[in-house]
């Protein structure tokens, strides 16, 4: 129950594309959710969140979709650029109590010039 | 702000020696603190939660008495390795939590540390 499914494994987009991936969890008394950015070499930085009472935020060229009934949520970044190749962690947390976070399995993004 | 560094940065020792690992939190105060372990294109794997002052918490399955967590100020955590063998061999990362912040559940994250064990 514990759990956050993570897909693709691997992306490769175009300069300019949209990447998209996606996250599925299980445990519904996670109420905060976070993307995490990390370069080879590197510990993860965060990317951007959202909590479970907004359907959708935006930061740049990042969004964050999220289907509260569907235990959804996902990460696009529009007009992908090189510099975006790293990998992605999305994550979920419980806000109150232990709060560790519960990450997914994590989506190597490769932005092709 | 929110700054968490490691030190070192990378790290290479003999099969049973003992390694200690820093994480300090540079601009802010921590009230936690976490350890995470990280294999090459794996996720990442949360050893112990530690607070400050008190003992740590470790997840299931990581053993207490070879990765021993101190967190003995709230700028400073060390995870130490003892009698480190080639299977711990890994990338180490750690993380914190801000006292009295807002959002106080947000985790900044260190560099991390690569450890060889030969």
């Known amino acids: 129950q514990q759990q956050v499914k993570q897909s693709p494994q691997s992306l490769i987009v175009q300069k300019g594309g949209i990447s998209i991936i996606n996250c599925a969890y299980e445990n519904t008394a996670f109420d905060y959710f976070p993307w995490y950015q990390q370069f080879p070499g590197k510990g993860p930085a965060l990317l951007i969140a959202?909590?479970?009472?907004?359907s959708e935020k935006k930061e740049g060229r990042f969004t964050i979709s999220f289907n509260k009934s569907a235990k959804q949520f996902s990460l696009h970044i529009m007009d992908s650029q090189p510099g975006d190749s790293a990998t992605y962690f999305c994550?979920?947390?419980?806000?109150?109590?232990?709060?560790?976070?519960?990450f997914g399995q994590g989506t190597r993004l490769t932005i092709n010039p | 702000g929110a700054v968490v560094s490691q030190h070192p940065s990378r790290v290479i020792c003999k099969s049973g020696t003992s390694v200690k690992i820093e994480c300090r939190s540079l601009d802010f105060q921590a009230t936690t603190m976490f350890w995470y372990r990280q294999f090459p294109k794996k996720s990442l794997m949360l050893m112990a939660t530690?607070?400050?002052?008190?003992?740590?918490?470790?997840e299931q399955g990581v053993e207490k008495d070879k990765f021993l967590i101190n967190h003995a100020s709230l700028t400073l955590s060390t995870l130490t390795v003892t009698s480190a063998h080639p299977e711990d061999s890994s990338f180490y990362i750690c993380?914190?939590?801000?006292?009295?912040?807002?959002?106080?559940?947000?985790?900044?994250f260190g560099p991390g540390t690569r450890l060889t064990v030969l």
């Open positions: 959202i909590r479970p009472d907004v």
């Open positions: 530690s607070n400050e002052g008190s003992k740590a918490t470790y």
């Open positions: 994550a979920g947390l419980i806000i109150q109590g232990a709060q560790k976070l519960v």
């Open positions: 993380s914190a939590r801000e006292r009295g912040l807002l959002r106080f559940y947000e985790q900044f």
